[in-house]
């Protein structure tokens, strides 16, 4: 039979699945949203060539409301959602009723390999849950906190020595390398108990691939990559399990990542099992200890425990330098707001002194009302990860806070889903609801969390009600450290220098490569940058 045949059969044999499911579960056809172009690439990939990450997704809302309806690729129906109650119920009323999708699954597996970010069923999320959850209870973050402050010392130091030395009058520093780099030696010295050396070395092997890695990877995508992406749906994960083989743009640079990275984590896991030392008090080493105290039916395997390794340095390492990095462009656009900054933390530090205490304690840190209140901002306004992705395991109907107008003019207060509804939880929209957030929702204002502007209506996010590290039993298990790691070094950095935007007035754009990254306009082919001009105080 000619090959041709073949496909064509299958094409039809997919169309007549495709239309038998329109016609017999329930559809989001009459939920309003954009023009699809495409009917082969959809409008979803238009999100990843916005000049500025939310450009389309606060103009979508504004039109049709807390939910509407996009397309992916073939066709395939997205609703995407940005109302508390709607997130409130996917994430935490549902529990795992609501897993990834394949597609999600797949570029975490890309990323790291099998780790609890790819983690496909809730059965095997909690046995990864409950091998990392001992390295993030409290007593463990508090005794990682002399390592931060150790990062962030180094930081001022070799901006002193190595930069403005040489410039006593201040200097433009590319503030986001070094955030990056000071991220990495952090993660080193409390998940693994080993220096990568990164703020040293500007060489060094690991800082130098991991930067630029999403830009690299996700940053406008072509059209074969949604296309592909789209067919993960009907195929079975043991032809999935080697999309990380294929020598495609995005999975070649982040695979040579992960080679690097697997180097080092490999060695070093073999080195802690072989050498178990009860007392030790990195991640790794709690991973270890927990790992052989569970089950033997739920063990992490060796190829699990480094996917988990590798998962945790990308996570607190690109996510909170990034988020520093927004925080430090912010006080260099907002004078006030810095002056004020510093004078809370010059006056604590005052008050550690009276004590006879050499540096901040975590009290110390929790108990400055701006710092807090400028990170919580800096968190709503600039959530590094815009977007999530989801799939209903079950029909349900999803509640809104809200009610939308759909295309037949009908205004309607809960959405009936089918099995299999692809939902995309829209990070950049909920964080800037007028309804939640005040009127001045799209202006960067600190305050509103000292002035009690906030209204939190329905409970979504794990901190301060933002939505920024997700949310329920799949939630961001690692936000109280990058807290921790982003209060250490502000104070720092803020104590010791001052920060202004350059003279050449460089346009920062939030750019959607995955996670959202600053580029300066049309310059993207220099990569992700943030220059400010630094003052040593």
Known sequence: MNPLLYVCAALVVWLGFRWYRWVTRLSIGYIRGPPVRSALLGNVRDLSFQENVGDLDFKYAEEYGTAWRMQYALGSKVLMIADPKAIQHVFHKSGYLYPKTIQARVNAYIVAGKNMLWAPTGECHSRHKKVIAPAFTAPQLRSYLPFFRKASGKVCQLWKDQILAHAPGGATIQVNRWMARAALDIIGETAFDFDFGALENSENELSKVYHNMFVDSALHPPPASALFQALFDYLPWRVLEHVRRLPLRDVARLQRTVRVFDRYAARLLAHKAAHADTHARDAMSIFVRANASADPRTRLSDEEMVAQMCALTFAGHETTA????????????????????????????????????????????????????????????????????????????????????????????????????????????????????????????????????????VQVGMYANLFTFSGGVRGCIGWRFALMEMQAIITDLVENFQFSIPEDKPEIIRVPANLMAPMIKGRLDEGAQMPLYVVAL
């Open 322 to 457: 990034n988020t520093t990095t927004w925080l430090l462009w912010e006080l260099a656009r907002h004078p006030q707001a810095q002056v004020r900054l510093r004078a809370e933390v010059c006056a604590k530090r005052v008050e550690v002194n009276a004590r006879g205490v050499a540096d901040f304690g975590a009290e110390d840190l929790d108990g400055m009302g701006f710092l807090q209140a400028v990170i919580k901002e800096t968190l709503r306004y600039h959530c590094i990860v815009y977007h999530l992705n989801r799939v209903a395991s079950e029909d349900d109907v999803i509640p809104l806070a809200y009610p939308i107008t759909t295309d037949t003019g009908d205004i309607i207060s809960e959405i009936p889903v089918a099995a299999g509804q692809v939902v995309m939880p829209n990070i950049a929209v909920y964080n800037r609801l007028p309804e939640v957030w005040g009127a001045d929702a799209d202006e960067w204002n600190p305050m509103r969390f000292i002035d009690g502007k906030v209204n939190p209506q």
